[in-house]
């Protein structure tokens, strides 16, 4: 396979400096932008591969970035980068159509994976990310028309706590003693309930992650 | 600023009275126009020596008071040794308002010399009607951006005692300044008016005497009207740009005693990998901890209210000591009461993961369901086997697997050679009833 084509979206420029020596050869860095217009014109004008896009910024901040992309050109993938630990944004990012998010402090070589899987349409869970999907999907699910997409399978449940402990899917794989496609599989399917889901919880949780 | 701020230094006075020597009242070597009494006085009181100079002048034209005036003062002040230090120059805005009156009395001669000069008896009630006037046109609140309290550098008030100095601060740059300004502005008018009624001998000039004070009357409403509402406003606005720059002072405190020490240190222990990142991670917690809730104690020695925020308390000090990071992901969270047995396991788990694993980085999950709480601690270090752990390993098996049975829970360690170590920590929680 080639080397992915990615832009850079983060409006801090020492940190946009940082990742593209970073990333180095692995990867083709066609374009960097720091705010969210030039960002979204940029991204429409060179059609990137992957885009590396920071959960927070002036103006709408990444999910704009993303939602307006996505609009008129749907096969660009994003991959959420960001300090923030708060869950709201970080759930907001993913609803816009991320299809993963990362903490900045990710190591290189871990970063250049996770571009890799999100340019091949898989979903990239950190351990933080798979913590807030089960803090949100805890609880009864709410009366819904697609009763499907508001509550977790069991499954889905037991591959997003292996990550939330620290595995990598090869680990999740071996241990529930299923294939590293169906892990992934997995994985994107919670990502889709996660874009699709109308749980009210998703929504506001965050804010009152509560004591039980 | 605060009254004796910087420029004052209270250490030089100690007693309660006014120590003016005659040390302070010197001629100096230099800037001498006839014998260096006017710019000797104007060095004591900080004056520009013209200004005294025209007060002379003024007070020798007006009565010749300024000539015998001006010779007591020479016979009395000694001649300054030819290095010393010469006072500070005043206050401009003193000066200014000075230099004003000294223009005014200026006029005032030209007119006598015109031949116009009414007469002495009447002339000095009239000077103390406009000092009074001065004094009510004065600025009665200092403009936005300008220190409120602010004493001229007069050399005079280091020799006050701080007190009276504090005292002076505030008469002259506040509220109550303000009105002892107004009130002794009116008392001058007053007195000259009075000392004109007084003087007048002729019921012309007793009229005329009405006239001024009307004429002095409606200059007073005229001044304070406007300084009065203008005070109101300025003290709203002090209010506010002083808590503004409480605010703000409190943050660049923060920052100062924060950031600004750890990118110090960054910078000292560059070549040190770890440390820099142990540092730079430290740094980071705390300050998201300071953005996210300002009122919390700097150092987390608050006791924490759940097991989420003691682990992840527990974690940051285990990373601080260690240069090793440690991930805390939580899924939900309960309160501490009854849970002190997992947190010091999970402690101790961390502690194991960070120090014998050789990993560069642990991960800790904790997860709480109604009627248990979970966590894991995760490393991919060298791992060990668990068969062949010795007794006297005590860190395993009393602090983490015996504390957790004793508390009526469990521990499980798994570990593979090569791989790494987990280890589980379960504890049901009390009044596990799945109320929620």
Not at chain 1, 115 to 126: K, L, P, T, Y
Not at chain 2, 137 to 144: G, L, V
Not at chain 2, 252 to 270: E, G, I, N, W, Y
Request: aromatic residues 4%.
């Amino acid at each position: 396979m080639s080397t992915p084509r990615v832009f850079l979206v983060d409006d801090h420029q020492l940190f946009l400096a940082g990742v593209r020596a970073e990333l180095g050869e692995a990867v083709d860095v066609v374009g960097a932008a720091s705010d969210v217009d030039a960002a979204i014109e940029m991204i429409r004008e060179r059609e990137p591969e992957v885009v590396l896009v920071d959960v927070h910024m002036p103006a709408g901040g990444g999910a704009r970035v993303i939602g307006e992309v996505l609009r008129t050109h749907p096969d660009v993938q994003f991959l959420a980068l960001s300090v923030s630990d708060a869950p709201e944004d970080v759930i907001a990012t993913i609803r816009a159509g991320a299809r993963g998010y990362v903490t900045k402090t990710i190591a290189p070589d871990d970063l250049v994976a996770a571009i890799e899987s999100v340019r091949a349409g898989d979903a990239v869970f950190s351990p933080r990310l798979a913590g807030f999907v089960l803090d949100a999907f805890a609880g009864a699910a709410p009366p819904a028309t697609d009763p499907e997409l508001e509550q977790l399978t069991p499954r889905e449940r037991e591959v997003l706590r292996l990550i939330a402990r620290g595995y990598a899917y090869k680990e999740v794989a071996r241990d529930l003693g299923i294939s590293v496609k169906t892990v992934e599989t997995h994985v994107s399917s919670v990502l889709r309930k996660l874009q699709l889901s109308s749980r009210h919880q998703l929504a506001r949780w965050a804010t009152d992650r509560r004591l039980i | 600023m605060p009254p004796g701020g910087p420029g004052r230094d209270h250490r030089r006075v100690n007693g309660l009275q006014l120590r003016l020597t005659r040390a302070d009242f010197t001629r100096p070597a230099e800037g001498r126009v006839v014998a260096g009494v006017a710019a000797g006085l104007a060095n004591a009181f900080g004056l520009d020596a013209n200004v005294v100079r025209c007060g002379f002048v003024v007070l020798t034209v007006a009565s010749g008071v300024g000539v015998l005036l001006y010779g007591i003062a020479w016979a009395l002040m000694p001649a300054a040794a030819v290095d010393a230090p010469v006072a500070p120059r005043g206050n401009a805005d003193v000066v200014a308002t000075i230099a004003f009156g000294t223009v005014v009395l200026g006029v005032l001669l030209a007119v006598r010399a015109l031949g116009l000069w009414p007469g002495d008896v009447i002339v000095w009630p009239l000077v103390a009607a406009m000092v009074g006037l001065a004094l009510l046109a004065m600025r009665s609140a200092p403009a936005e951006g300008e220190t409120p309290a602010a004493l001229p550098p007069w050399p005079l008030l280091d020799r006050l005692p701080p007190d009276t100095a504090d005292a002076l601060a505030v008469l002259v740059g506040t509220r109550r300044g303000a009105i002892a300004r107004v009130v002794a502005g009116a008392l001058c008018v007053a007195a000259g008016v009075v000392a004109f009624v007084v003087t007048a001998d002729s019921w012309h000039a007793l009229r005329s005497a009405f006239i001024a004070m009307a004429a002095v009357l409606v200059g007073i409403a005229l001044v304070i009207g406007p300084g009065l509402s203008r005070l109101a406003h300025a003290l709203v606005a002090e209010r506010r740009d002083r808590i503004r720059a409480d605010e703000r002072a409190e943050m660049a405190a923060h920052l100062h005693d924060s950031v600004l020490q750890t990118l110090a240190l960054v910078q000292r222990r560059a070549d040190d990998p770890r440390e820099v990142v142990r540092l730079a991670r430290m740094q980071e917690r705390e300050l998201r901890g300071w953005l996210l809730d300002p009122s919390a104690p700097a150092g987390e020695q608050a006791a924490a209210a759940s097991v989420g925020v003691a682990l992840e308390q527990i974690a940051a000090e285990i990373e601080d000591e260690r240069g090793v990071p440690v991930e805390v992901v939580r899924v939900r969270d309960c309160p501490t009461a009854g849970m002190e047995p997992l947190l010091l396991a999970a402690r101790e788990a961390i502690l194991n993961a960070v120090q014998h694993s050789g990993a560069g980085r642990a991960s800790v999950y904790l997860e709480v369901e109604p009627d248990r709480t979970t966590i894991f601690v995760r490393d991919r270090g060298h791992g060990f086997d668990t068969a062949h752990v010795s007794d006297d390993r005590g860190g395993i098996t009393n602090s983490i697997v015996g504390r957790m049975t004793r508390a009526g829970g469990r521990a499980e360690v798994r570990s593979t050679i090569g791989e790494g170590t987990e280890v589980e920590l379960v504890l049901p929680r009390p009044n596990g009833n799945g109320s929620s």
